[in-house]
């Protein structure tokens, strides 16, 4: 019973990195304005049916006994849903802003902690998301679309990186 908990804690956090890629590309494709034509609600849809499939593999993450990658889940589940209820709902959009700025310092000290391992991809993923989440509260905040757009370049970039970390691991391959 227990490799079975902790294979299916593996197949969790994997599931949770691709689905960080692929909300990552479209967060990225969202600022960077590739379509013109999108609803505010749409989009809120998109990150709650995130929310709710991270959530659900966090849980096995968790089970699994996963600590790092718990907490690493734990950010972007919360993320996902402060945004996903911000865009949603309309109102009290500051307290996502102020979501979204706070979290950006998680980021940071996960990355100093994956460089003191020497995980250099996993660094350099991690690394990329405190400029992302730091530029977009900004960007937030300050009504500057500029910023908005180098948070979405940076995310899309990461959103390829996370891609290429999911399937080297699907395939069992470790990056360095």
């Given amino acids: 019973m227990e490799h079975l908990l902790e294979h299916a804690g593996h197949v969790a956090m994997n599931t949770l990195l691709w689905e960080a890629a692929v909300v990552l590309w ?7 304005g ?3 034509r999108h609803d505010v609600k749409d989009f809120g849809y998109v990150l709650l049916t995130a929310a709710i499939m991270e959530t659900i593999a966090m849980v096995f ?3 699994s006994g996963n600590i790092f990658g718990a907490t690493a ?3 972007f589940v919360f993320l996902l849903w402060a945004l996903a209820l911000g865009l949603l709902n309309g109102t009290n959009r500051l307290v996502t802003y102020h979501a979204v700025f706070l979290t950006s310092f998680y980021f940071l000290g996960a990355t100093l902690f994956l ?3 020497g995980a250099v991809f996993l660094s350099f993923m991690f690394g990329l998301l405190f400029p992302i989440t730091l530029l977009l509260s900004l960007a937030s905040y300050t009504e500057k679309h500029s910023l908005g ?3 979405g370049g940076l995310s899309a970039l990461d959103g390829l990186l996370f891609f290429i970390y999911s399937l080297s691991s699907a395939l069992g391959y470790t990056l360095p």
């Fill in 73 to 75: 889940a734990a950010a």
């Fill in 149 to 151: 757009k180098i948070a």
């Fill in 115 to 117: 460089i003191s391992k």
């Fill in 34 to 36: 590739v379509s013109k």
């Fill in 26 to 32: 479209v967060i990225g494709m969202m600022d960077l």
């Fill in 61 to 63: 993450v968790i089970i």
